[in-house]
Every structure is written in structure tokens, then in C-alpha cells.
């Protein structure tokens, strides 16, 4: 059963940081893709960053030189470093495993963690 966990989130003053981890089991990360995602209060989920299961990354417009994804195969864990945090950071933040196989994609969703940063 493929199972991912987020952690890390937390309440955080405007211009801090924060780095989330989304640890898996009954996945291998390092063979997939993974994104993270955010959804605020009232808004729809967002895309923030990606990462492939060659390395290759890609961010949103929004969190582009704020945001670093980056994976721990050792672990089976990719994490979120989240710099220079603004009030409109404020949201749930999800990961999301791509298992691509011959015959589709299936998407597997972490419960999300909350960060709430204050002005």
C-alpha cells in the first residue's frame, strides 16, 4: 500500500522559512515524479514544484527562487525548502507521487501538511 506522509509545517513569521518533508512507503521516489501542490483557504490546489525521477526540476512563477525541491533516496523522502515566506504562503501544502506505468498514471496524495505564515 503506497502511503506518503507530509511533515514540517508550522506556524512561521513573514521572511522566515520552513522546509516540509513528504516521506514515502510502498513507493520508490527516486523512480517517480513528485510534485508539490498547495491549496489556501477558499482556493483551488496549486502546482509549486516538481521534480523527475532524473533530477530534473521545475517551479511555479510564484515560487521560483523562494522554493527548493529537492529528494533523499536514502531516505525516500523529497523535501520542500521553503524561503522568505509571505502571508500568502499561507495554505495546506500536499505532495504527490506520479507512478507512471504501461497503462496510465496513477497519482497518490499525502493528507497535507498546514503552514501558516503571519505578517
Known amino acids: 500500500q503506497v502511503q506518503l506522509v507530509e511533515s514540517g509545517g508550522g506556524l512561521v513569521p513573514a521572511g522566515g522559512s520552513l522546509r516540509l518533508s513528504c516521506a514515502a512507503s510502498g513507493i520508490t521516489l527516486s523512480a517517480n515524479a513528485v510534485d508539490w501542490y498547495r491549496q489556501g483557504p477558499g482556493k483551488q490546489r496549486d502546482f509549486l514544484a516538481y521534480i523527475s525521477a532524473g533530477g530534473t526540476t521545475n517551479y511555479a512563477d510564484s515560487v521560483k527562487g523562494r522554493f527548493t525541491i529537492s529528494r533523499d533516496n536514502a531516505k525516500n523522502t523529497v523535501y520542500l525548502q521553503m524561503h522568505s515566506l509571505k502571508p500568502e504562503d499561507t495554505a495546506v501544502y500536499y505532495c504527490?507521487?506520479?507512478?507512471?506505468?504501461?497503462?496510465?498514471?496513477?497519482?497518490?496524495w499525502g493528507q497535507g501538511t498546514q503552514v501558516t505564515v503571519s505578517s
Open positions: 504527490k507521487a506520479e507512478h507512471h506505468t504501461g497503462w496510465g498514471t496513477t497519482d497518490y
